[in-house]
């Protein structure tokens, strides 16, 4: 990742201060593998902003390497020049995620010498953000050296929430087929999702399938797709036709994605493929999942934007679920499920299966291909998007919790989940109308940089249940 660095500076606070800071802070960042633009020392004061021209120049060097930064990080290892930081960004015309961090003044030194005042200088440079229009990120203590603990785990925070705002802003999701026509609580917008960058690219499910009728049964791609399935799961007992099948709708939805560079999907799953093809789409769906390209069932075209951000966050496997029952007597309790198509990761150990739900209605024979097993447990966090037609704007909910190791015996793909203040989150997603479906990542801290990122950058109107 790289970062677009400016370096706060005012004359009449020691200005040794802006160089030693740059050299701090560039430190910092190269050590944990991100790259970094700024002006060097050659290009203003210690390659500082703190007067207009230096903060032309910055702008100029900004604008230079736009297509590289994901980022601005604004240093203050003095008290810093408000106006010129916030028209270093301004006129960059960059549209990043930005973090202000402060440097702390050390008790021992506090006369004219090396006093910084960052701590005060930190709101004047905010007010002036907000004066024009920028947004911003703060680190969680209000002063923090770059080279402490906290900085780094701030740092690592804001490199997550620039993934999900950059990565959000050009997403290219992939719709197959129809929504399922019992499934209301699927639909969506695509004006509203565009209009915040996200494009859906839709085919019908009838291409895909016809796709599917002129490929050979031993052509290279579906013989490639089929040795992938084996190796991913156990598919012992799942009869040879049905994997071939399954083989040969991963390889014309992999051509399809490769061909539209899309980086997730939603696929129409109840009960046509079932009914007219004969298996269910639900390893080929983990597998992409579980290779960093969300899947969501029922064209839940909204439910992938939330696997994607939390992939883009924790950069790990995201998966579908439903809010799907009560756990005993637990308030903070409830069983997560689905039939399934959770990515492998998420499982202590996975088996390919039959839908039990679907297959009562067309057959047994008819739907292999679930991926069925246990949520091992661990830290999860979650996150629901939904396009508001009504209101005109993009709202959701994430949060944190953990999948528990109590004991379920059920069918599909499950997990016990704990969520503090449980039934509290339950009545907010009633009382405001979302749906049943939540994305869920094995990760303690993506909830925090997605909440960031979809708040502060995208403008959606998000509520962070904790």
Not at 360 to 373: M, P, Q
Not at 437 to 449: D, F
Not at 458 to 464: A, E, P
Request: charged share 20%; with cysteine; aromatic share 8%.
């Amino acid at each position: 990742m790289n970062f677009g660095l400016i370096v706060g500076n005012r004359g009449f606070f020691p200005d040794h201060l802006a160089k030693s800071g740059r050299e701090e802070m560039i430190a910092v960042l190269a050590a944990a593998g991100h790259g970094v633009v700024c002006p060097s020392d050659q290009d203003t004061k210690f390659g500082a902003v703190e007067t207009r021209a230096e903060a032309v120049k910055c702008a100029e060097i900004f604008r230079a390497a736009r297509d590289r930064i994901d980022g601005i990080i604004v240093t203050l290892p003095n008290f810093g020049d408000e106006r010129g930081i916030a028209e270093a960004i301004r006129l960059s015309g960059l549209n990043v995620p930005v973090l202000i961090q402060a440097t702390p003044d050390t008790a021992g030194k506090m006369t004219i010498a090396d006093r910084r005042d960052s701590f005060c200088g930190k709101m004047s440079a905010c007010n002036n953000l907000r004066q024009y229009g920028i947004p911003y990120s703060l680190t969680r203590l209000h002063t923090e050296a770059p080279s402490s603990p906290e900085f780094q785990a701030d740092l690592e925070w804001f490199a997550a929430v620039c993934r999900v705002v950059n990565g959000l802003r050009k997403l290219r999701i992939g719709a197959i087929g129809a929504r399922p026509a019992a499934f209301n609580t699927v639909r969506y917008s695509e004006k509203l999702l565009e209009k915040n960058g996200i494009t859906v690219e839709p085919i019908d499910l009838s291409e895909i399938l016809g796709r599917i009728a002129r490929m050979k049964d031993d052509a290279p791609e579906a013989q490639a797709k089929l040795k992938a399935i084996q190796s991913y799961v156990n598919t012992s007992g799942v009869p040879a036709e049905s994997l071939l099948k399954m083989a040969k709708l991963g390889a014309v939805i992999e051509a399809w994605m490769r061909d539209n560079s899309l980086q997730a999907t939603a696929i129409q799953c109840w009960t046509s493929l079932e009914e007219f093809f004969g298996v269910v789409p639900c390893t080929l769906m983990s597998m992409m999942s579980d290779s960093l390209l969300p899947s969501a069932c029922e064209v839940d075209v909204p439910g992938v934007v939330a696997m994607h951000a939390l992939r883009l966050a924790s950069e790990t496997p995201s998966a579908l679920l439903d809010w799907n029952n009560n756990y005993g007597d637990d308030p903070d309790k409830a069983v997560c499920f689905h039939c399934s198509n959770l990515p492998k990761s998420f499982f202590q150990d996975v088996r390919m299966d039959y839908q039990a739900i679907i297959a009562g209605t067309v057959g047994k024979l008819n739907t292999f291909g679930t991926c069925v097993g246990r949520v091992k447990s661990g830290p999860m966090s979650f996150a629901r998007f939904s396009t508001d037609d009504i209101c005109g704007r993009i709202r959701g909910y994430v949060g944190e919790g953990r999948f528990t190791d109590d004991p379920l015996d059920t069918f599909g793909g499950a997990g016990v989940v704990e969520i503090r203040n449980l039934q509290g989150l339950l009545r907010y997603i009633c009382e405001n109308g979302f749906e049943h479906h939540v994305a869920a990542n094995l990760s303690a801290g993506a909830a925090a940089a997605v909440y960031e990122a979809a708040k502060t950058y995208l403008g959606w109107d998000v509520y962070y249940h904790k």
